[in-house]
T-cell receptor
Framework: GAVVSQHPSWVICKSGTSVKIECRSL??????MFWYRQFPKQSLMLMAT?????????EQGVEKDKFLINHASLTLSTLTVTSAHPEDSSFYIC???????????????FGPGTRLTVL | GDSVTQMEGPVTLSEEAFLTINCTYT??????LFWYVQYPGEGLQLLLK?????DKGSNKGFEATYRKETTSFHLEKGSVQVSDSAVYFC???????????FGAGTTVTVRA
């Protein structure tokens, strides 16, 4: 099946620093990717939609200047948490949809997630 | 807007017991419906899906039927195993490949 990878799988950083998380589609092209945030024992909250070659679309309440998204190619989207603070500690998950094609139809595939801890 | 309401957990069962997790949705039109599973320490995996009314999705012994008349997509398994212990998320997508709306998730623990 389709594979979506994320790097790093976990990261610990100091407050005030920036952290970049990569999301890659390994065997398919994704013009759109989604970034989610998951708090412990809670559901996924959609943060933004990443669009290849154009600006990301952010959900209400998500600070676009704090969570910078760049979709530089058809297989890579990055999320940069700028000036991170302890309240940004969370599990960040990306996904990419496949519509039609051989692998599946109308299905999103999720990365394994990145655990961010801000000290 | 679109939303998913999912049975709250946690749910604790014995092996070989019957599992049902209720899921209802609110959406305009004809959304696609999904069940995702998150095993401990892992990312979300698609468990099954249904894209139109009366479709039945099935995988690994799990089943769910898209019921438009009751706007439901309940997940069932006839005989659970310890390896089925995970968090289960019901989700909907308003159209192909677009962003998902998730339910709150149901934690299922199966004891030997």
């Amino acid at each position: 099946g389709a594979v979506v990878s994320q790097h790093p799988s976990w990261v610990i950083c100091k407050s005030g620093t920036s952290v970049k998380i990569e999301c890659r589609s390994l065997d398919f092209q994704a013009t759109t990717m989604f970034w989610y945030r998951q708090f412990p024992k809670q559901s996924l909250m959609l943060m933004a939609t990443s669009n290849e070659g154009s600006k990301a679309t952010y959900e209400q309440g998500v600070e676009k200047d704090k969570f910078l998204i760049n979709h530089a190619s058809l297989t890579l989207s990055t999320l940069t948490v700028t000036s991170a603070h302890p309240e940004d500690s969370s599990f960040y998950i990306c996904s990419a949809p496949i519509a039609g094609g051989l692998l599946s139809t109308d299905t999103q595939y999720f990365g394994p997630g990145t655990r961010l801890t801000v000290l | 807007g679109d939303s998913v309401t999912q049975m709250e957990g946690p749910v604790t069962l014995s092996e070989e017991a019957f599992l049902t997790i209720n899921c209802t949705y609110t959406a305009t039109g004809y959304p696609s419906l999904f069940w995702y599973v998150q095993y401990p320490g892992e990312g979300l995996q698609l468990l099954l899906k249904a894209t139109k009314a009366d479709d039945k999705g099935s995988n690994k012994g799990f089943e769910a039927t898209y019921r438009k008349e009751t706007t439901s997509f309940h997940l069932e398994k006839g005989s659970v195993q310890v390896s089925d212990s995970a968090v289960y998320f019901c989700a909907l997508s308003p159209q192909a490949g677009y962003k998902l709306s998730f339910g709150a998730g149901t934690t299922v623990t199966v004891r030997a």
